[in-house]
């Protein structure tokens, strides 16, 4: 067996002393010291290590958070849109099966496009013009107003 050679063993600190004054005059630490430091920066790089994976995972976690938000947003407007295109198909369904009626092609074309059956002979409805109209009135009332008094001066004065 080999032996490890010890340094000789003295207190870290006598009653008295304070730290510095110890190693100022050359007294060594004790092993137990040494042991008990080395203990001390291996817990303290641990934490720091386990601090360091406690903030990525809190990182990770917010992010994929994050993500998951954008993704029901998305998922959310998708929805809203499936609905509104839902909509618009039952609409067409209902078209389809109103315009499969007959009678609804004939009164669309006949209404829409003017057409007209066989035989029938088609009458053209057209729609004075108010305000030609409320001219041609008012021309009038004028031509009229103005031919009354004219007679009259004419009755009056003689031929002027």
Not at 63 to 77: E, H, K, P
Not at 112 to 126: D, H, I, S, W
Request: charged letters at 20%; a positive charge.
């Amino acid at each position: 067996m080999q032996r490890r050679s010890r340094k000789p063993q003295f207190p870290a600190r006598p009653e008295e002393s304070y730290g510095h004054v110890t190693s100022a005059i050359g007294l060594e630490e004790t092993f137990g010291h040494q042991r008990a430091r080395r203990q001390s920066l291996f817990k303290q790089t641990l934490m720091w290590i386990t601090g360091l994976i406690c903030a990525v995972l809190l990182l990770g976690t917010l992010a994929q958070a994050w993500s998951n938000s954008q993704l029901t947003r998305t998922v959310q407007s998708e929805q809203q849109r499936l609905q509104s295109l839902q909509q618009r198909n039952d609409q067409l369904k209902k078209d389809v099966n109103k315009y499969k009626d007959p009678a609804v092609i004939e009164s669309e074309a006949r209404q829409q496009l003017g057409y007209v059956r066989p035989g029938e002979k088609p009458v053209v409805v057209v729609q004075a013009d108010t305000t030609t109209t409320t001219r041609t009135a008012s021309t009038r009332t004028t031509k009229s107003d103005s031919g009354y008094w004219l007679e009259w001066l004419q009755a009056l004065f003689g031929n002027g």
